[in-house]
């Protein structure tokens, strides 16, 4: 036992630590920390803070090894983690799948555009690099896409749903819009709760728009009484890229994002 197991005032003798039921799965850049930190609120969700990375980095580890890094919870409470890089990792699914058959999949998605610029915006804030257009073209002239750079290739994302699918079945996803969790959060949360079953406690009331930060902020913290935003890595400025530059890689997806709203019978109106 821990400390908090002998303590008699923090101690629950009926909480214990469970495998996840729901995972967010996906994408990266999309909204999943604003997406993780928003369900927290709700008293029936206890997630991991931290990207846990099992199924994609720590699997040799087993699942006994996954249900400790869970944080206790008893039995009404949905435990949850998010680790946006299994949504495009080929293993993943499959072992998903032998975990759990009736696990429910959150998947915030986002203008693959913009998530490409973002994406890349992150990378320039750690290393130097190349600039946007030599990394998404394998020739300016052409104009040809480079679907071997990952920002481009995690925004594709109906290929990425297909290797899902061959393991769970539509009705086990939802696929949250990244572009509504900024603009209506109070709206998006509410699908969110509906169709994790849970009463709809996360609503409007919760937040207010911080014009400093340009995005939605929590009035209050889980467990604390002031306003909080997500930190300074989530909301950056990104680069000015050319219009054409955009237009070409509008272009691109538009197909793949035409079969993607069909698979999932929402449509995200991309530009
Ligand atoms: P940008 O930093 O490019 O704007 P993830 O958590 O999956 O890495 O996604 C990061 C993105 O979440 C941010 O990308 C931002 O657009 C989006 N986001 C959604 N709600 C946000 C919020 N309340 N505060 C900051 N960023 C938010």
């Known amino acids: 036992g821990t400390d908090a197991t002998l303590n008699p005032l923090s101690s629950n003798l009926n909480a214990s630590r469970k495998l996840p039921q729901v995972i967010i799965i996906g994408v990266k850049k999309g909204g999943t920390r604003a997406l993780l930190e928003y369900l927290r609120l709700h008293p029936d969700i206890r997630a991991v803070g931290p990207e846990v990375h099992f199924f994609d980095r720590k699997y040799e580890n087993g699942l006994e090894w996954y249900r400790r890094k869970m ?8 435990t949850m ?5 299994y949504f ?19 998947v915030v998605v986002r203008d693959p555009v913009t998530r490409a610029i973002s994406d890349y915006t992150q990378t320039v804030s750690k290393k130097n690099t190349k600039r946007f257009e030599e990394l998404a073209f394998i020739n300016n002239a052409t104009g040809l896409v480079d679907t071997s750079w990952s920002a481009i290739r995690i925004g594709v994302y109906a290929k990425h749903l297909e290797r899902w699918l061959q393991y ?24 969110v ?15 207010y728009f911080n014009q400093t930060k340009g995005f939605p902020c929590l009035k209050k913290k889980e467990g604390s009484s002031s306003p909080h935003c997500l ?26 994002n035409m079969k993607f709203y069909q698979m999932t019978g929402r449509n995200f109106n991309w530009p």
């Open 71 to 78: 944080p206790p919870t008893i039995a009404r409470q949905i």
């Open 88 to 106: 495009i990792t080929r293993e993943v699914p499959a072992r998903v799948y032998n975990m759990s058959r009736d696990v429910k999949l959150l």
């Open 193 to 207: 709760q509906n169709f994790l079953g849970i009463k709809k406690v996360v609503s409007e009331k919760h937040f």
């Open 231 to 256: 930190g300074r890595t989530k909301g950056r400025a990104h680069p000015d890229i050319e219009p054409n530059v955009i237009q070409r890689l509008r272009d691109f997806y538009r197909p793949f």
């Open 81 to 85: 983690e998010k680790t946006p890089s």
């Open 168 to 191: 769970f079945p539509l009705s086990q996803f939802m696929f949250v819009s990244g572009e509504e969790l900024i603009s209506n959060p109070g709206k998006e949360m509410g699908l």
